[in-house]
């Protein structure tokens, strides 16, 4: 039976959308038999409607009254009636306008003639002829021609049939969202069945046609008509590339349960051969994950047996309890370059296998996890390779407010590292703290001291080192800052600005001996400048005697509270030398960190910029930089300008673009250059075409799709067809990626 958070399955996007949509929707607008009726609203046709649309008005009847109207009638005393001169019946917002009418009183029905009309609930109807048995509780249309949706989508039938259970026929049919005289795509049916209480549609003898080209056909079709979900073939994707050649899958669902789907997805690739990938969803009262499963048999390229599994899950035990897997293998190290698809998995090294068990608390926390690494870059030696976690256990409590605005904590953990070489072993550490906080609201302070201990026990193979190592020592650092706020310009705008102070004292401890399991330098940042230890991980406690100067202001709108400006500015002032160092890490000197300054700017409503600078005063040169500008006016139109800077590591250049060059086409490209390597890394140029009922777009990319630099060449062509689906390459998702600010205009 269907469980609480169902929906988690019946989210996706990709799911929803694998059916036609427009017809079936008639089962929620013919809302006089259906009891559930409820309007679908799509945009206008081009503002050409094939008929005037009425929104649905308050009549002030009685719910379930009906009233009948004619301008002149011939009545039988107990018997029938003949309406003339203009008829119309009304229940609700539910109405009926008709020349002539006719009662049968032993039938139970009004038969309607000439120029007939049914608004109501989003859709209306216009026949010639229609029946209303109040008997078999049953309306019937013939030659009839509707619409749905105010000024939506339309259609014609030569029957259109609802029975009291709600379901629909519809026979002789063509359905389409485009306007009158201008069917560029048409759907066209013998017969269409719409059983509301099932939530299932089927079609026979189902065809479309584009431009009057037949791109689908289908003796028998089943699709879903309401939010539930329904097993069948979903829509394919093809695409092309120089690695794969021709790309196209056909992937086909399995509605398995309520909290259980699954689907499997043949694909075939020319110069490689056929792929089948499996993937699942699950939801059970105390679960949820996915699991895939992709093979390709004696791939022609490598004449190697493919395969990728991947294993996502949660498991919750009562209220703070969790257990958790996340678990990707693939069978090579090429794998993701030649199949992924992907600059970020061409880039990937390293593949995480983690699973374990979380407790969330009012004041403890815990966290066990073992953690395995699949390496898959062939140039990384074995003994650069990451520990493997077995296990790695976090403690934490805090207690902020024990009285007098003082708080204490605890952190601890211990990690068991293991590696076919090197040293291995297990670290155990513990960190209780000690803290005390003001905040009078124009400032705050805040001290801490915390007291570090950690105690390693080792194996270490040929290295010379002792079997264990112990270091202890305090930390003791100091936060502080002012809060100001005033008016500018007549009170339309407010200004904040708030000076900031922190000092950390770290002693020097000998650490030379201890291994380095898992800590590293980070790249410089505003954060790292407001951290106690330099280095992220354990294996090294920086000695430090620093002060960190910063500053922050903002600008915004005193009605709207917009941001107009937002600018951050910091420096770390060394009043020691610092000793502890990583191996191989080269120290860098000097008396105080670079300037590092954050600006962010949005005085002109259509231009944004975003500046990061890190500057060294010692060597009076910048050592990262990141810029960008954006100028996006709407209406589709946004183009994007970045670089990006990190001495003797990046130096890139991108420009993007999403921009209309008439009204019905629309240009999208991007271009991200390294000027380190002197060649592109990502480039594609495509085209839009958007009319009122039908899109197009023709995108072709050259990125690079392996470690070692190697490019390839793609091309994507999407066809979609508004109201009803999309065939093709899924481009879009490219462009939403590639184009920050990019927005689909369907």
């Known amino acids: 039976m269907p469980l609480t958070g169902y929906s988690v399955i019946t989210d996706s996007p990709h799911i929803r959308s694998r059916y036609p949509r427009g017809i079936a929707s008639l089962l929620f607008c013919l809302g006089l038999v259906a009891a559930n009726a409820q309007s679908q609203e799509l945009p206008p046709l081009c503002g050409v409607n094939q008929f005037p649309v009425d929104a649905p008005q308050e009549t002030g009847l009685a719910e379930g009254q009906v009233t009948f109207e004619s301008g002149s009638g011939r009545y039988t005393l107990g018997g029938d009636a003949v309406l003339s001169n203009g008829v119309s019946v009304q229940r609700g917002e539910f109405r009926f306008d008709a020349d002539s009418g006719k009662f049968d ?17 989003g859709a209306n109807i216009v026949g010639q002829e229609a029946l209303l048995s109040y008997l078999y509780g049953r309306v019937e249309f013939r030659d009839a021609v509707f619409q749905l949706g105010y000024g939506a989508s339309r259609g014609a039938a030569s029957l259109l049939r609802i029975d009291r259970s709600g379901k629909i026929r519809l026979r002789g049919v063509n359905y389409t969202s485009c306007p009158p005289d ?8 013998d017969r269409i069945t719409l059983n509301t209480a099932d939530g299932v549609g089927e079609a026979r003898n189902l065809s479309l046609r584009f431009k009057d080209v037949p791109i689908l056909y289908t003796p028998y079709l089943s699709f879903p008509i309401s939010a539930q979900r329904k097993t069948g073939f979903l829509l394919p994707n093809i695409g092309q590339s120089g690695l794969n050649g021709l790309d196209i899958s056909l992937p086909w669902y399995w509605n398995i349960a309520p909290n259980y789907d699954a689907t499997f997805t043949p694909r075939l690739l020319s110069r490689r051969g056929v792929q089948l990938t499996a993937s699942g969803r699950y939801l059970t009262e105390f679960s949820s994950g996915n699991v895939e499963v992709a093979h390709l048999p004696g791939d022609d390229l490598t004449r190697l047996d493919r395969t990728l599994f991947r294993w996502n899950n949660t498991t919750d035990f009562g209220d703070r309890w969790r257990a958790f897997a996340d678990i990707t293998d693939v069978s090579d190290d090429q794998y993701l370059e030649d199949l992924g698809g992907s600059l970020s998995s061409a880039s990937a090294t390293h593949l995480d296998r983690t699973v374990g068990l979380a407790y969330r608390g009012r004041q403890w926390r815990a966290d066990a996890r073992a953690t395995l690494y699949q390496t898959i870059d062939d140039q990384i030696v074995a003994e650069d390779e990451p520990y493997r976690l077995l ?113 950390v004292h770290v002693p020097f401890r000998n650490q030379s001996d201890i291994p380095v399991f898992d800590t590293i330098l980070p790249v410089a ?137 008439a009204s019905q086409w629309n240009v999208v490209g991007r271009y991200n250059y390294s000027f380190l390597e002197r060649a592109s890394l990502e480039r594609f140029v495509g085209v839009e075409y958007e009319s009122c009922c039908w899109g197009l777009r023709i995108v072709s990319r050259r990125y690079i799709s392996r470690r070692d630099g190697t490019a390839d060449t793609s091309s994507a062509i999407q066809l979609y067809l508004k109201g009803l689906t999309s065939v093709g390459d899924p481009a879009d998702k490219l462009l939403e990626r590639g184009i920050l600010g990019y927005t689909t205009r369907r």
Do not use: C, M
Request: proline share 4%; net charge negative; aromatic share 12%.
């Open 525 to 661: 940042s505003l954060e790292q400048l407001y951290r106690a230890n330099r280095y992220i991980g354990l294996d090294r406690i920086g000695d430090t005697d620093q002060l960190t100067f910063g500053v922050s202001t903002r600008l915004a709108t005193s009605d709207t509270g917009r941001t107009v400006l937002r600018a951050t500015l910091g420096q770390t002032r060394y009043l020691s030398t610092q000793s502890v160092i990583l191996p191989g890490e080269i120290t860098q000197g000097g008396n105080s960190s670079d300037y590092i300054a954050e600006l962010s700017l949005n005085f002109w409503g259509d231009w944004n910029v975003d500046l990061t600078q890190q500057w060294n005063t010692e060597r009076d040169e910048s050592t990262q930089s990141e810029f960008r500008l954006q100028y996006n006016p709407g209406d589709g139109r946004v183009v994007n300008v970045a670089y990006r800077f990190r001495r003797d590591a990046v130096d890139q250049g991108d420009i993007s673009w999403s921009w209309p060059i």
């Open 182 to 189: 201008k069917d560029d795509w048409i759907v066209k049916a």
């Open 391 to 503: 296990p790695a256990i976090r403690v934490q409590g805090l207690w902020d407010d024990i009285g007098s605005g003082f708080g204490v904590g605890l952190d601890a953990e211990v990690t068991h590292f293991e590696r076919e070489l090197g040293v291995t072993g297990e670290r155990f550490h513990a960190a209780p703290s000690l803290s005390w906080e003001v905040d009078g609201g124009g400032y705050y302070v805040r001290p801490e001291l915390q007291w570090l201990f950690t105690h390693y026990r080792l194996k270490p193979e040929a290295d010379p080192i002792d079997e264990t190592q112990t270091r202890s020592l305090p930390i003791a650092t100091l936060d502080a800052g002012l809060r100001f706020e005033r008016e500018l310009q007549g009170g339309t705008l407010r200004q904040t600005l708030e000076p900031h102070i922190y000092y």
């Open 105 to 121: 009183r032993d039938e139970s029905s009004l038969a309607l003639f000439g120029n007939i009309r049914y608004s109501g609930a």
